[in-house]
Nanobody
Framework: QVQLVESGGGLVQAGGSLRLSCTAS????????MSWYRQVPGKERELVGR????????RLADSAEGRFTLSRDNAKNTMYLQMNSLKPEDTAVYYC????????WGQGTQVTVSS
């Protein structure tokens, strides 16, 4: 069983930056593909980006291109999402997911970008 905990969310002004962390416990996720998703009320959860076990970015949403960077530190069992040049439309709850033969989700962290 894998438990995921997101952190680093908060309130930031437009143009600012945040770094989200997703830390896993229960077992190593170094061989898991990991992803960041986000969701706003009334809308479907959408993929922000996906990273391979070795740290290659497999997918990045068009809305994140040039502004967001995914990374991971397998020694710390942690994945990161560096978000720069934040916009009000980035406001959402951000979730991480770890997937192998099973999927595991975190509880989410709120990001609010004020204009």
């Amino acid at each position: 069983q894998v438990q995921l905990v997101e952190s680093g969310g908060g309130l930031v002004q437009a143009g600012g930056s945040l770094r989200l962390s997703c830390t896993a416990s229960g077992r190593s996720v170094s061989d898991y593909v990991m992803s960041w998703y986000r969701q706003v009320p009334g809308k479907e959860r959408e993929l922000v980006g996906r990273i391979s076990p070795r740290g290659w970015t497999l997918r990045l949403a068009d809305s994140a291109e040039g502004r967001f960077t995914l990374s991971r530190d397998n020694a710390k069992n942690t994945m990161y999402l560096q978000m720069n040049s934040l916009k009000p439309e980035d406001t959402a709850v951000y979730y991480c997911k770890a997937e192998s033969t099973m999927e595991y989700w975190g509880q989410g962290t709120q990001v609010t970008v004020s204009s």
